[in-house]
């Protein structure tokens, strides 16, 4: 009886391990092995070269041309044409002040002048009269004058209220304010009904296709600085630095800081004003390990470098980056001078894919 329980036990037993042997088999033969592929991409080598010494100073992109517009008349403002962000030309109507007191103004002066003349036509035949008599010794020198000297003042009267409503109409004129430049409207003080007055701004304007970055450095970096050097800032949105050449140098230092303050010109599509910019002086140079740019790049969120072995596999491996300058990338750590690294069709890499040396197909 044990007997024939040992023998039904080893029947079910060994069919079942033979099955569990063949699926290992097949599970093994269905593992899949490594595709290596070839991938063509630009390789160049990492090496030393001149990098320069950079003393940062913090900085501002501001407009090469900004104004403030008041009005040069007081009164009500009877319309506002502009909004924040309106792109505005040159003679273009910003705002109109209520014209009523300058209109009363230039009234009155019409008048005056009138009145003015008038009184010149009286004084002119006086004065006419008098002048024969004179001639005819009817009257004395004394009496003359002083028919003359009525003349001559009425005279500068009428000069005078000419003044005033030429002055008056030049007021009238000041109630339409219009842009003096091609720009953009950046701020609005005030608003439709408003009283305007002389000093008090109503709109802002900026020329907004002239940029430069504001900053200021220490007298050691400013006795080296000319006219025209080539500068470079990093501007908060740009991967890479942008250039600027030197527009103007003050001689004036700030006397609390001890700095004196610098104006470079920049041009780059889309930069805004206001915006923080770091400006990077050169103080002279040193030799650091660089590779082109396009090489690093970030996978995963760790910055690195494909690097080709001898066998032409492409390993990605972690550096640490400094300086930027020309296109080229300061290696800091991570890398060997020369140790050739994947610089175009870095983009389309994985670890062990074979580089074809080339150049990389878009």
Known sequence: MRMSSTLALTSLVLPLALLMGGCSSDEKAAA?????????????????VDMPILAPTAGTVVPLEAVQLSSRVMGYIRALKVVEGQLVRQGELLFEIDPVDVQGAVAQAQQGLLQAEAALKDAKADYERFEKLYKDEVINRQQFEKMKLNYDV?????????????????QFEYTRVTSPINGVVTAKFANEGDMAAPGHPVVALED?????VQTAVPEAIFRQLKLGDAVQV?????????????????????????????????TAEGLKSGSFARVLFATGSRQALAVPAEAVVDRAGIRGVFVVDAQGLAQFRMVRTGSRVDGLVEIVAGLMAGERVVTDGVKQLQNGDRVIAGKAKD
């Open 32 to 48: 899949p092995t490594q595709v290596v592929r070839d991938i063509p991409a630009s390789i160049e080598t990492a090496r030393l």
């Open 154 to 170: 009425a005279q500068s009267r009428v000069a005078q209220a000419r003044a005033g409503l030429a002055q008056a109409r030049g």
């Open 208 to 212: 907004a296709s002239r940029l430069q």
């Open 234 to 266: 990093e501007v908060e949105g740009y991967p890479q630095p942008l250039r600027a050449s030197v527009a103007r140098l003050s001689p004036a230092a700030d006397p609390v800081a001890r700095t004196y303050p610098v104006k470079l010109d920049i």
